[in-house]
Nanobody
């Protein structure tokens, strides 16, 4: 099954930083909107963390990460990154890379675990 591949998760102390990466070498990446979602413990739903549009023209962030997280994309390398700073235990979650096209095709990665200790 075709999926983007996340990496960079792990255990970090509160106030620390992590950088997540999403590799999408088999995709027509430059035509795809890229987003990061997360699923926190006990929640069945995934929530949007950040999204970046084609050519990095626009990016949006959920209120709970504004000013702390930064989403980027590198169309030549077909990768996206999520820089996460000033992490708190509330950021503990499985983080997913999500790709979608205007035609409605969408792809989820398998996720990477981020755990923030207090």
């Amino acid at each position: 099954q075709l999926r983007p591949v996340e990496s960079g998760g792990g255990l970090v102390q509160s106030g620390g930083s992590l950088r997540l990466s999403c590799a999408a070498s088999k995709f027509a990446f430059h035509w795809m909107i890229v987003a990061w979602y997360r699923q926190t413990p006990g929640n069945e739903e995934r929530e949007l963390v950040a999204e970046i549009t084609l050519g990095s023209k626009n990016s949006i962030y959920s209120d709970f990460v504004k000013g702390r997280f930064t989403i980027t994309r590198d169309d030549d390398a077909r990768t996206s990154s999520l820089q996460m700073n000033n992490l708190t235990p509330d950021d503990t979650a499985v983080y997913y890379c999500y790709l979608r096209t205007d035609a409605g095709h969408h792809y989820w990665g398998q996720g990477t675990q981020v755990t923030v200790s207090s």
